[in-house]
C-alpha cells in the first residue's frame, strides 16, 4: 500500500509531535480523506524524510515523528534550468516534470519571444504558485530535496552574471550527448520561449561563455526540449 508524503518544513526529530502545514493538513484530510493513526511520510525540503503516523485529524492536524528514513543523497549533476515563460499551463509542466527528473534550481525569465508576461505581483503570485506544484512534485515522486524556484527574471538581468552552460538551438552544429561532462557536476541548460531566441539574445549568450547544443533532427516544443534534454544529461552523466 502507497504511503502517503507531505511536505514539511521543519526539523524531523523522532518521538515529537508536529502540526502540518495547512496545505499538506488540507490535502490530507479534506483531498486524501485520511484518518488519524494512519501512516505518512514527512519531509523537510533538505534531504531528511521519517516515518509518522497522524494523531489528529482536526484542526490542526497533528503527526507524531517516527523513524528517520536514510538521507537523500546529493543529486550527481546539478541542473539549473533556465526556462523562457511560456504561456498557458506549459509552466506547471515544465516546473512538474523537472522536479521529477531532479533539477536543482529552475529560473524563470522573460525573452524577447515570451508569449507571457509576469513582473511585481504577479511574478511574485506565480513563482508562489509554482513553489507549490514543486512541492506536490517531490510528495508524488518520493524526491526529498525541494529545488528552487528563483524569481522571475529578465534574461539580460540574468546573463550579467551568468558564466557558462548551454543553450538549445535546433540548428546547433554540437549534439548534446557529444559533449564532455559538466565540469564538477554543475551544469546551466536555457531554454527558449514558444517563437525560440532572438538572435541578439543568442549572441549575448555566447558572450556569457554559453554554448549551443542540439538534441537532433526535431525541433521540439519549449515544454519539451528543456525536460528531454534534462533526461539526456541524467542518462549520460547523473542519477539514472
Not at 489528529?56 to 528517520?68: D, E, I, N, Q, Y
Not at 546573463?159 to 538551438?169: E, H, I, Y
Amino acid at each position: 500500500m502507497m504511503t502517503h508524503r507531505f511536505f514539511y518544513p521543519g526539523p524531523l526529530s523522532a518521538g515529537a509531535s508536529v502540526a502540518l502545514p495547512d496545505d499538506a493538513a488540507h490535502h490530507a484530510t479534506r483531498v486524501l480523506r485520511l484518518r488519524a493513526d494512519t501512516d505518512i511520510e514527512l519531509f523537510d525540503g533538505e534531504g531528511a524524510a521519517c516515518a509518522a503516523t497522524l494523531t489528529s485529524v482536526s484542526a490542526p492536524v497533528m503527526a507524531r515523528l517516527g523513524a528517520p528514513r536514510p538521507p537523500e543523497p546529493e543529486p550527481r549533476c546539478h541542473i539549473t534550468l533556465v526556462q523562457a515563460l511560456a504561456s498557458g499551463d506549459k509552466m506547471d509542466w515544465v516546473v512538474q516534470k523537472a522536479v521529477e527528473l531532479g533539477v536543482s534550481v529552475i529560473q524563470p525569465v522573460a525573452a524577447k519571444r515570451s508569449v507571457l508576461k509576469l513582473d511585481g505581483a504577479r511574478a511574485e503570485k506565480r513563482v508562489a504558485h509554482w513553489q507549490k506544484v514543486a512541492v506536490s512534485a517531490c510528495e508524488q515522486c518520493g524526491r526529498n530535496r525541494l529545488p528552487q524556484i528563483a524569481p522571475v527574471s529578465s534574461l539580460e538581468r540574468w546573463l550579467a552574471t551568468a558564466s557558462g552552460g548551454w543553450v538549445l538551438a535546433p540548428s546547433a552544429p554540437q549534439a548534446l550527448r557529444a559533449r564532455a561532462a559538466p565540469e564538477g557536476g554543475r551544469i546551466c541548460l536555457l531554454v527558449g520561449p514558444e517563437g525560440g531566441w532572438d538572435d541578439t539574445e543568442l549572441v549575448a549568450m555566447r558572450a556569457r561563455g554559453i554554448e549551443a547544443v542540439s538534441l537532433g533532427p526535431r525541433v521540439l516544443r519549449t515544454e519539451t526540449a528543456g525536460l528531454a534534454a534534462v533526461a539526456a544529461i541524467q542518462a549520460l552523466w547523473g542519477d539514472y
